[in-house]
């Protein structure tokens, strides 16, 4: 049973730091590529991070480049995003996503809320 248990939410000031975790099973993690998007009230999901199965190759979203960092455990399965100098529109919904494109498979997680106050 493939299952993505999202963690490390919670309420934190601007310009403060989390960190979010991402546990894996059911299926083969070093072979997936991981992925953490957000959703906040209102907007569309977007994609915050992406690392490659290999961990070599990283893309972020322009609005996080310098303060959030993707990093992954392929001995652990999991896979973590360090948010720093955080922002209110950083607020909503983290969620982590594993994916192999060239099958068209892809699981999700149910996410965990980031809220960042004023």
């Known amino acids: 049973q493939v299952q993505l248990v999202e963690s490390g939410g919670g309420l934190v000031q601007a310009g403060g730091s989390l960190r979010l975790s991402c546990a894996a099973s059911?299926?083969?993690?070093?072979?997936?590529?991981m992925s953490w998007f957000r959703q906040a009230p209102g907007k569309e999901r977007e994609l915050v991070a992406r690392m490659s199965s290999s961990g070599v190759s990283t893309n972020y979203a322009d609005s996080v480049k310098g303060r959030f960092t993707i990093s992954r455990d392929n001995v652990l399965n999991m896979v973590y995003l360090q948010m720093n100098s955080l922002k209110p529109e950083d607020t909503g919904v983290y969620l982590c996503k594993a994916e192999r494109s060239e099958l068209g498979i892809n699981f999700w997680g149910k996410g965990t809320l980031v809220t960042v106050s004023s």
């Open positions: 059911g299926f083969t993690f070093s072979r997936y590529s």
